[in-house]
Each structure stands twice: as C-alpha cells, then as structure tokens.
C-alpha cells in the first residue's frame, strides 16, 4: 500500500475501518484479492503482486490481517534486498501473535529496504518500521501511514484521516462514502510537499490521495472493515489502465475462526 487510514476501536459497531490505496507501476503483473490455494497457505485473502510473489495486504480467517508500505528514500535503496510483500503471508500463515511476530521480524528487519509494518490480531494492533527499528501498540484513535513512519503528517495522509474521522462522527460510513475518500486527486501546495530524494515535479505529481501519472499510479483502494462480532468485510476496487472510469470490485465476507 502507499496509503493507509484506519479508525481504532472509535466505533461501537466496527473496532477497525481501514481504508487504503495501493499505487504501483502499470505494467507491475498484479492478482486481484482472492483466496490464495497455495498448501500452507489456505486461508489466506489478499491480492498477489505477480512480480515479487507477496502482497500489499491481506487478511486471514482467523481473524488477523496485516498491510505493507514503502518508507521512500531513493537514496538508499538495496538492489538486492527481499521483497516486503513476503511479510503479510509470512504473518497470517504463522501461528505468533502480531507482537511476536514483529519481535521475531526484527532480527532479519536490516535487509528489507525501508518498510511500514502494520499487524493486527485478536491481541491488539502494532505497528513496526525498520527505519527505526521500534514496535509501537496502537491506541485508539485515527491513525494513518503513507509513505513515512506512522503518522507523519503528509498532506494527503491528514485529509484521509480527517475525512475517515467525519465520516464515522457523522455515521456516514457506507462503501461509495468511504470510496471518495480514496478518489481525491488534489495535490498538494509546494511548501508541503515531503523531501524523498525525487524531484519536486514527481513529489507534486504523487502528493494526491489517488495518483494517475504515465505509466504510474493508483492500482486498487481497499475497505476493510471488522465488526464487533468478528465479522469481516473486505472491498477491492480495481483500476485498470489508470485512472477512475475503468474499475472492477469484489467483495469478500466472513466471520473469524
């Protein structure tokens, strides 16, 4: 993902609203979310980068779930460092508990390039960087992460936290409602852009919530929602070829193990 927005255990009804896009490279081979068959593997719902073998997010029918972003810094990148995508599987398919599986993670962390981590379980919701190399449990609250650590304001990533926050104020938290959130192409002011190492031009052109740039953009946006009954639903909306005419969802229900 390149963009996460998440209420926590704010809603009477739902302990978690995730809201999220993904941007990638057009022509990056990609699965829509299915239900992976693979032996170890068979609980398992998430879409596939077909390229890497991973994934950006997924979620599990036991009930935990897990999601990726890049932390950007074109300075320091490693050729050969793994892909991250192979953290979620590596998750949902274990038997740790979140906190332990990011304690575990940790001793290997070094050789991913820069990573946001977020899983969540029965137990509770952390989130771990390998920038900084810190585990944090998440409280209540709006939360959100692009692609810096947790909660860096970045324009776009305060508009989708507010707006996921008045949303659920105002209970208006249905499908296409939270589906806008994810749309808006505003960018943002030249002051505010981050510094990542890219030109000013690119920073521009990737500040907005939804991106639609040659050859590089908003690939998916994703719902997720858990109720207080360990119900789960999951929504991918799928673009393809750029932009937001030509689009495709599936939708995914069930209650946790």
């Not at 977020?118 to 919701?125: A, I, Q």
């Not at 390998?130 to 860096?152: C, F, K, M, R, Y």
Request: with cysteine; net charge negative.
């Amino acid at each position: 993902m390149c963009l996460i927005a998440f209420a926590y255990k704010i809603s009477k009804e739902y302990p978690l609203i995730l809201i999220a896009n993904r941007d990638e490279f057009y022509d990056r081979p990609t699965q829509k979310a299915h239900y992976w068959d693979e032996e170890m593997q068979p609980e398992i719902l998430a879409g596939k980068d077909l390229k890497g073998g991973g994934t950006w997010f997924g979620v599990s029918k036991n009930g935990k779930w897990a999601a990726v972003t890049n932390h950007r810094d074109i300075e320091n990148i490693k050729e050969d460092a793994p892909t991250r995508g192979d953290l979620i599987p590596n998750f949902l398919a274990s038997a740790e508990t979140g906190e332990e599986y990011l304690s575990n993670l940790r001793e290997e962390a070094s050789k991913y390039n820069g990573f946001n981590l977020l899983v969540g379980d029965e137990k509770g919701l952390f989130h771990y960087s390998n920038i900084t190399d810190e585990i944090t449990e998440i409280q209540p609250g709006i939360h959100g992460v692009s692609n810096a650590l947790l909660n860096t304001p970045w324009p776009k990533l305060e508009v989708a936290k507010n707006e996921l926050e008045d949303k659920i104020q105002k209970n208006t938290i249905d499908q296409e409602t939270l589906f806008s959130i994810l749309k808006n192409e505003k960018k943002a002011v030249l002051h505010q852009l981050p510094n990542t190492g890219l030109t000013k031009e690119l920073e521009m052109a990737i500040s907005s919530i939804f991106i639609d740039t040659k050859g590089y953009g908003t690939r998916c946006s994703t719902l997720l929602f858990i109720d207080k009954n360990g119900g789960v639903k999951f929504v991918e909306r799928t673009y393809n070829g750029g932009g937001l005419k030509n689009r495709e969802d599936e939708s995914f229900k069930f209650h946790s193990l």
